[in-house]
Structures are given as C-alpha cells and as structure tokens.
C-alpha cells in the first residue's frame, strides 16, 4: 500500500500539462459512417455492452469526445476483465487511454500500434504478458505506464522509437535480459521506472546521457558491475534507486555533482570502499541509504553538511571509527541507522540536539563509554536500540522524559545501577538482558499487553496460531486474520511478520500505530483493543469491521451499490469529524499523512472509521516538520513531495481527493489533472456526469445538494495554495450545518461554478 520514500516528482505532477485541446463538442452528420464505425469498434471490446441503448457513445461512461470522435477513454478501475480486442486499434484519434487497475490478461493487440495519436497509455495493474512490437508506431507517446502486469521476456530495443517518451514505467514485472543501450534515445525522458524486475547486465552507458531525468528507479533487479562516474551527467535528479541489486566496486567521487537529488538510495548491494567525501555536496538530500553493502572506512565528517537529512541509512556495512561530531547538525533527521558496522568510541554527548528523531539504532557496534544523559531530550523518540555494544555505567534517569517511546533494547553491555523505576510506565518493550551489573525490576512488563478481556491464548486458539484460512488481507505492514474469541466477539488483527519484523520501517510503523491509537479516541476513528509486542509475535487487536476497506466497497458493483448516496454523504462527514479533531483537539496536533480510501474502513453499517497510523506525525510548532515521503500515489499533496514539510494542509489536500473519489466512485486522476491545467475543457463539465454511474441521480432536492456541498469542499480542499485550502474543523462546521450553495439540478452545475464557488474563499489566512 506504501513505500518507506516514495520518488519525490510523482508521475501526476510530471503529465499534469498533457492536456488535449479542442473543446467537447456534438459530432455532426458529416462524418457519420466514421463515427459509426467508432462505436461499433467501442462495442466489440465488450466494456460497454450494458449501454448499447445509449446511441452517443460520447455519452458512454468513461468516454471524452472532441468533435464527436473518441480522444480519450479512461476506465480506470472498472474491473474490466478478459483480453483487449483489437478493435481498439481502430480509434486512431484516441489521445488519452487508461484501463489501469482492473484484471485485464493476455498480450496487449498487434493493432495498438495504430493509435498513432496516442499521448498518454496506462494498462498497469493488470495481468498483460507482452509488449506488441507495434508498439514501437506509438511515436507521439509521451507517458507510458505498464507497471504491476505480468510482462516476460526482454525489454525490446524498439522502445528507443518512443523518442517524445518523458514518463515511462515498465516496473513490478517480469523482464529480464539488459536494459537495452537504445534507451539513449529518449532524451526526453523525466522519469525511469525499471524496478522489481529480473534485468541483468550492467547499467548500460548510455542511461547517463538522459539529461533531463528527474527521477531513476533500476532498483530490485539483478544488475551488475560498478556505477559508472558519468552518473554525474544526470544533474536534474531528484531521486536516484539502485538498491537490491548486485553492483560493486565503490561509489563514485561524481555523485557529488547531483546536487537536486533529494532521495539516494544504493542499499543492498556489494560496493566497497568508503563513502566518498563528495556526497556532502547533495545538500539537499532528505534521505540517503547505504544500508547492506562492504562499505569500510569511517562516516565522514563532511556528512554534517546535509542539513535537509531526514532519514540516514548506514547500517550493515564495515565502517569504523567514532560517531562524526558533525552529525549533530543534522537537525531534521527523523531516522538514523548505524547499527551492524565497526564503531567504536563513545555516544557524543550532542546527540541530544536531535530534537526530531523518531528512530535511533546504533546497536551491534563497539561503543563504550556512559549513555548520555542528553538523550532525555529526544522526546520523539519512538525506538532506541543500543544493544550489543559495550556501554557503561547506570541508565540515565532522564531517559523517563521520553514519553513517545515504545520500544527500548539495552540488553548485551555493561551497564550496571537501578534500573530507572520510570521506565516501566512509559514504554512497552524494554530488554535489559545480559547487562550484569543492573539491578532492579520493573513491574508491568508482560511478553503480550492486551485488553483485560482478551488473553494471549484465545487469540492463538482462534486463529489456529495465525492460520493462512483466516487471513483477510494485507496491509502496509503486514497480514490481517478475523478472529472469533471464546466471548463471541470478533476482532481483527493486523500481524508483522517476522521478516517485517526485522526491518527498521516496519517495525517503527507497527509501533507508532500503537503511540496514535492508544491515545486518541474519536467515534470515526478505528478502536485499538489491545497489542503484542513478543519479540516472536507482535500483533494488534483492533475492533473488526465487516465491510473491510472503501476502497474495496468502491471497486466491486455489488457493494459500490449498496453504498448509496446517504451512506456515501456520511462517510465523508465522519472522516472530515475525525481529521477536525486529530488536528484541532490533539495536543500536539496529529497528521495521519497517508489518507486514502484503502486506509478508510467500514462497519456493518457502512459508517467510516480511519485506520492504518503507522505513518502519523506529530506536529511540532518547533521544529520544521520535515520528513520522507510516505503515503498513497495519488493522493499526497503538490506541495509535500517539492518541500518534504509535513502540516495538516497535506491531509486536506488528501481528504479532498477521497471526497471526489467517494463521489465518483473512483479515484479522481484524470478529473485532477484537467483541473490543476486550467483547461477550458473543465468548462464542459457537468456534475451529474461526473457522478458514480452504478448510482441512480439522487431524485431529492436534499440530496443533490449535498452532492454538491461535498463537491464545493472538495474543489476548495484541493487548491493548489496550501493557505488556501481549508481547515479540517471549518469543513466539519460546515459540515454540522449543511447549505447547499446551488439550488439546480446536478445536470445543470457545472464543476467550474463549484470549483470558483466562494465558499472558504475568505479563509486563506487560516494555517
């Protein structure tokens, strides 16, 4: 569902100015037996076939004409099934098509290759097998997106024919064989999407003549050899993916010359030698990964120069030598690793001044010396693992201040003294082990902390100790069982699993979500009931809800009908009450940061609950809020993949994007982008039209305007100005007191009125 960094120019911010000209107009007589022929190829593809009484197949769901011919279709997740016929190739005007998400199979026709008009193509989140050679026709492509399909064989040289080609994505397949050296034709390319395939060979040289690439993501493959030093070419980059490979050699003095490149991730891999001092010339990298490679040497003291670090990955290499004083100057990190290498030397006292770290290892090294008192001001501090070292002296009292902390490992050093009595209200793993000289007990720590009326073994019983037959899906961080308890009363658990487990992200994530919803409750907030945090097990217990996601509700018919505009009109109020109140009546306020419809959960009753907390973020009036990039594709805001600072503007910008997509019944991609453009096409658009098909117009004057209420909220939660969105709490006011600001029928409004409406117009001073 997410990603630890997401590239930081989404694909969505790189095609939002492909825009088709020419407005929507009512094809004539003149060209008859063209159009004729039109609808009868759109009739042969089977996806319209419930609509063969409508004889305007401009009038056809997901289907935009200009002059009465087809430009664009866009059937983004209606789960459309079955092979593409060729007849598609038969709608030679056709600009724009998208039939993303759905459960297409088979190859992609021969007669593709005559959609010679073609801009924009996305057949991803599909089963398709192959990529036609007619492709190779398609030379007005200027985005390609084939990703998550089932794609063998090699990448075909051909594709070097897509010479207007800026945003290609061939990535979660399974291609193998070298990346083709005719890639070095597409120098228009932005962004290069290759990863979690099975390509070998070497990075071809020609890759680094792409000039204006922005984002280059080859990770997850089975590449080879070194990283050339003409990587330095690629001086637009902002985001670099090379991890999960098997590269060596070491990593080039030239990477210093990148400086745009805010996220740099060459992790697990077999490059050796040390980091090169250059990298401190990347000042505005948010994040780096070195993480499991040979690297020797020591960190370098010029690394305090990356003042926008975020995130730092040094972790399982064979670095020596202190902690770099300089490291203290890193004042945005969030993250730091450094466990699994050679340090030795003490923890500087300075660490303190880490005011927004959230996640601290420096475990399995040679450190020595006392824990610094300082760490008592690391009050963000969620996980601190110092184990496996050889550290002295007591546990600092101080170290009680660190009220966010959950887990806590001081096991395998020296240490000796009481054990702060503290501690044991304030965390919920805490391991001491091998530390001779401790004495003391905490009381309260048990393997397993859940509800009083949930025990350890019920949960074990129920499930048949985590049984496949009682998985109902997966999350962001891992599996979810049903389980019927001896009370009768049926929860969910979300389990991490042990590979999860071991991986920093994840574990950080788990944790977090219990930091957020031990503490906060909110009637549309979902319900913690208890935890395990055993090293061997760690789960959560959370109240079940029967109709599982939105997103799901949304994407099978049967249910999307069920969710009829009542229960769709409640749904968005009860999440705009529960965002009100995480950041107007929590103190500090909570962003959740990763708003979506996959993260909105259903009862029984189709009332919304938000869900999924492993990403929320406190927000802090001290510090910058700077952070990684986590949430959905297409639902983060504009403004935080450029400025990587997180404020409570970033779940507007979100709750704006599922408002649309409750009303639409999908995601709101292609609606987003003709509204950020500008484009006189937005003009042409009627609300009725952009309303969930499977639903009957609302009849009731009531319910139309409430259609249209929520359409107003979502256009002005989706300005580009972050001032000018407003807040959650004026959404859920407005909310408590609906007016409708039109009184038309829906076919008779259209989205520019509700766009330009002056609702929340005044508000653009409200933070």
């Known amino acids: 569902m997410k990603s630890y960094f997401y590239t930081s120019i989404p694909t969505f911010f790189l095609l939002?100015?492909?825009?088709?000209?020419?407005?929507?107009?009512?094809?004539?007589?003149?060209?008859?037996?063209?159009?004729?022929?039109?609808?009868?190829?759109?009739?042969?593809?089977?996806?319209?076939?419930?609509?063969?009484r409508v004889e305007d197949h401009c009038m056809w769901p997901g289907i935009r004409c200009n002059a009465g011919s087809v430009v664009e279709i866009d059937l983004s997740g209606h789960g459309l099934n079955g092979s593409i016929t060729p007849q598609i190739g038969e709608l030679s005007k056709l600009k724009y098509l998208n039939l993303s998400w759905n459960k297409l199979l088979g190859e992609l026709p021969y007669s593709i290759g005559n959609l010679t008009q073609l801009a924009v193509l996305d057949v991803s989140y599909n089963y398709i097998q192959s990529i036609p050679k007619a492709i190779q026709k398609m030379e007005n492509l200027v985005s390609l997106n084939l990703s998550w399909n089932s794609l063998t064989g090699k990448l075909p040289s051909s594709i070097g024919n897509l010479t207007q080609l800026v945003d290609l994505d061939l990535s979660n397949n399974w291609l193998v064989g070298p990346i083709p050296s005719s890639v070095s034709n597409l120098t228009n390319l932005a962004s290069l999407y290759l990863q979690s395939n099975k390509l070998n060979g070497s990075i071809p040289q020609e890759i680094w003549r792409l000039?204006?690439?922005?984002?280059?993501?080859?990770?997850?493959?089975?590449?080879?050899?070194?990283?050339?030093s003409s990587v330095s070419n690629l001086t637009n980059l902002a985001s670099l993916y090379l991890q999960s490979n098997k590269l060596n050699g070491s990593i080039p003095q030239e990477i210093g010359r990148l400086k745009n490149l805010v996220a740099l991730d060459l992790s697990s891999n077999w490059l050796v030698g040390p980091i090169p001092s250059s990298v401190s010339y990347l000042t505005n990298l948010a994040a780096l990964f070195l993480q499991r490679n040979q690297l020797n040497g020591s960190i370098p003291q010029e690394i305090g120069r990356l003042r926008k670090l975020v995130a730092l990955d040094l972790s399982s290499n064979m670095l020596v030598g202190p902690i770099p004083s300089s490291v203290i100057y890193l004042a945005d990190l969030a993250s730091l690793f450094l466990q699994r290498n050679q340090l030795n030397g003490s923890i500087p006292q300075e660490?303190?001044?880490?005011?927004?770290?959230?996640s601290f290892d420096l475990s399995f090294n040679s450190l020595v010396g006392p824990i610094p008192s300082s760490v008592s001001y690391l009050t963000n501090l969620v996980s601190l693992f110092l184990q496996n070292n050889q550290l002295n002296g007591s546990i600092p009292q101080e170290i009680g201040r660190l009220?966010?902390?959950?887990?806590?490992?001081?096991?395998?050093?020296?240490?000796?003294g009481h054990i702060p009595s503290s501690l044991g209200q304030l965390t919920y793993s805490v391991t001491f082990y091998h530390n001779k000289g401790l004495c003391g007990s905490i009381q309260g720590f048990l393997p397993c902390a859940s509800s009083p009326t949930i025990a350890f073994e019920d949960i074990i019983r129920a499930t048949?100790?985590?049984?496949?037959?009682?998985?109902?899906?997966?999350?962001?961080?891992?599996?979810?069982?049903?389980?019927?308890?001896?009370s009768g009363k049926v929860v969910a658990l979300k389990k991490l699993h042990r590979l999860e487990a071991e991986q920093p992200a994840y574990d950080t994530s788990f944790r977090n979500e219990i930091k957020f919803l031990t503490e906060i409750r909110h009637k549309n907030i979902v319900k913690l009931h208890g935890f395990c945090l055993h090293n061997r097990c760690m789960?959560?217990?959370?109240?079940?809800?029967?109709?599982?996601?939105?997103?799901?509700?949304?994407?099978?018919?049967?249910?999307?009908?069920?969710?009829?505009?009542?229960?769709?009109?409640?749904?968005?109020?009860?999440?705009?009450?529960a965002l009100s109140y995480m950041h107007h009546d929590c103190n500090p306020p909570i962003v959740h940061r990763d708003i979506s419809s996959n993260n909105i959960l259903l009862n029984s009753e189709m009332e919304a609950f938000i869900a999924d907390f492993g990403t929320a973020r406190l927000l802090n009036p001290?510090?910058?809020?700077?952070?990684?990039?986590?949430?959905?594709?297409?639902?983060?805001?504009?403004?935080?993949?450029?400025?990587?600072?997180?404020?409570?503007?970033?779940?507007?910008?979100?709750?704006?994007?599922?408002?649309?997509?409750?009303l639409m019944g999908k995601h709101p991609g292609e609606l987003l982008s003709t509204l950020s453009s500008s484009s006189s096409r937005v003009q042409n658009f009627m609300l009725n039209e952009i309303l969930d098909p499977r639903l009957s117009?609302?009849?009731?004057?009531?319910?139309?305007?409430?259609?249209?209420?929520?359409a107003v909220i979502a256009f002005a939660c989706l300005r580009a100005r972050p001032k000018a969105r407003p807040t959650m709490k004026l959404v859920s006011q407005e909310f408590l007191h609906i007016n409708s600001p039109v009184a038309m029928p829906l076919h008779e409004i259209s989205l520019i009125e509700l766009k330009n409406h002056e609702m929340f117009m005044s508000d653009e001073n409200h933070k």
């Open 697 to 710: 117009t609302p009849r009731s004057r009531k319910m139309a305007g409430d259609i249209a209420f929520i």
């Open 351 to 358: 660490i303190g001044r880490l005011r927004n770290l959230v």
């Open 16 to 52: 939002s100015t492909i825009v088709l000209t020419g407005g929507i107009t009512r094809a004539t007589n003149d060209d008859s037996q063209w159009l004729a022929a039109e609808a009868k190829a759109l009739m042969k593809t089977g996806w319209w076939s419930n609509h063969r």
């Open 622 to 662: 001290d510090t910058s809020n700077r952070t990684v990039i986590v949430g959905t594709y297409g639902y983060i805001a504009p403004e935080f993949a450029y400025s990587l600072i997180v404020t409570e503007k970033c779940d507007v910008y979100s709750f704006g994007v599922l408002a649309l997509e409750v």
């Open 211 to 228: 000039r204006n690439l922005v984002a280059l993501d080859l990770s997850s493959n089975r590449l080879v050899g070194p990283i050339s």
């Open 539 to 577: 789960f959560l217990i959370y109240e079940y809800m029967e109709k599982g996601s939105l997103f799901y509700a949304l994407s099978i018919d049967e249910e999307a009908v069920e969710l009829d505009w009542t229960k769709r009109v409640n749904i968005v109020k009860g999440v705009a009450h």
């Open 403 to 416: 009220t966010n902390l959950v887990a806590l490992d001081l096991s395998f050093n020296r240490l000796s």
């Open 464 to 486: 048949e100790d985590f049984d496949i037959k009682y998985c109902i899906g997966t999350g962001g961080y891992g599996s979810v069982y049903r389980a019927v308890l001896p």
